[in-house]
């Protein structure tokens, strides 16, 4: 989500717009999501982007379990990689949501940025609209997340030809995470209610100290098992 503009013009038409804008957001070809993207309009920005790029690296995690799942050679393990993607199809499915949830977020923020300046309910609106708007980063990087932690067992138990992809999966994910944290961060920033601020952003410290770090060892693990192959 890309920052609201202070004194924008917003009225109740331009956020029905913009909340069937993030339903139209999920049906789009990755053509004209990129299209879309790079278009001079707020939506989608930055937390659609980075909610989008976790659902390609936790697609590659379903791709690889799939393999997995369907190879001879991995049939002691096949029930695991079964399991592991269907878990990775319902975290696409939570992502991509998410592309469509910071859209609809953006939409309250721009309608309470939109109320007359001397309309005594524009702070508690405005406040009320960060609020709601720093949930959809937050839950990418929990997404992101538990992408990675399934990303580490198909490097345990994928195969080895796929090493490659599961490294390109947590590359993405690490990216989607760390996007993520920078649009939680723009809307903490604003809040005035610092203690729940500070707690979302401990939270969100937290899971960039847990993961980034197992993200750079999962893609050189996989990246550096891939060129010894063969």
Same mark, same amino acid.
């Given at each position: 989500?890309? /920052?609201?503009?202070?004194? !924008?013009?917003?009225?109740?038409? @331009?956020?029905?717009? !913009? ?60 029930? @695991?990689?079964? !399991? +592991? ?7 696409? $499915? ?5 592309? &469509? ?6 939409? $309250? ?18 406040? @009320? ?17 538990? &992408? ?10 994928? /195969?080895?030809?796929?090493?490659? @992809? ?11 995470? $760390?996007?993520? /944290? ?20 401990? &939270? ?10 197992? +993200?750079?060892?999962?893609?050189? !693990?996989? /990246? ?7």
């Amino acid at each position: 989500m890309r /920052s609201a503009g202070v004194g !924008r013009p917003t009225d109740i038409y @331009d956020l029905k717009v !913009r909340v069937r804008m993030s339903q139209e957001m999920m049906d789009k070809t990755c053509r004209g999501f990129a299209e879309a993207l790079a278009a001079r309009e707020p939506v989608p920005g930055g937390g659609s982007a980075s909610a989008f790029v976790g659902a390609l690296g936790a697609s590659l995690c379903g791709m690889v379990a799939r393999y997995g799942a369907t190879n001879p050679a991995l049939a002691d393990r096949a029930d @695991d990689l079964t !399991r +592991a993607f269907a878990q990775a199809d319902e975290l696409v $499915q939570e992502l991509v949501g998410l592309v &469509a949830e910071d859209v609809r977020a953006y939409g $309250q923020v721009s309608a309470a940025y939109g109320i007359p300046r001397d309309d005594p309910a524009r702070p508690a609106a405005i406040q @009320d609209a960060l609020r709601v708007a720093a949930m959809p980063p937050y839950r990418i990087m929990d997404a992101c997340g538990r &992408a990675l932690a399934l990303l580490e067992v198909m490097a345990d138990k994928g /195969s080895r030809q796929l090493l490659s @992809d599961v490294a390109c999966g947590a590359v993405f994910c690490r990216a989607a995470m $760390q996007g993520a /944290s920078l649009t939680l961060f723009a809307n903490t920033t604003s809040m005035k209610d610092r203690a729940r601020a500070e707690e979302l952003e401990t &939270a969100c410290d937290e899971l960039l100290d847990t993961w980034l770090p197992r +993200a750079d060892a999962l893609a050189r !693990r996989a /990246s550096d098992a891939a060129r010894k192959r063969g």
